[in-house]
């Protein structure tokens, strides 16, 4: 990955993963490695969540 993913798609590779991990058939083996990469993605659009938050309250302080 060359370039920086945004929030949404973060989020869709979560939707996605999930999508796999509702599969039965999935070996337990690849539903470990998909959890994990899953709360990856999550634990990335939580942080890039948490940072557009300390944007935005630095600009409301700007503001007043």
Do not use: C, H, W
């Amino acid at each position: 990955m060359s370039e920086e993913e945004s929030f949404e798609v973060k989020i869709a590779n979560a939707k996605t993963i999930l999508e796999r991990l509702m599969d039965p058939a999935l070996p337990m083996n690849e539903s470990v490695k998909a959890y994990e990469e899953g709360m990856k993605e999550l634990q990335i659009a939580e942080k890039m969540l948490e940072q557009a938050q300390l944007q935005i309250q630095i600009l409301k302080n700007q503001e007043q």
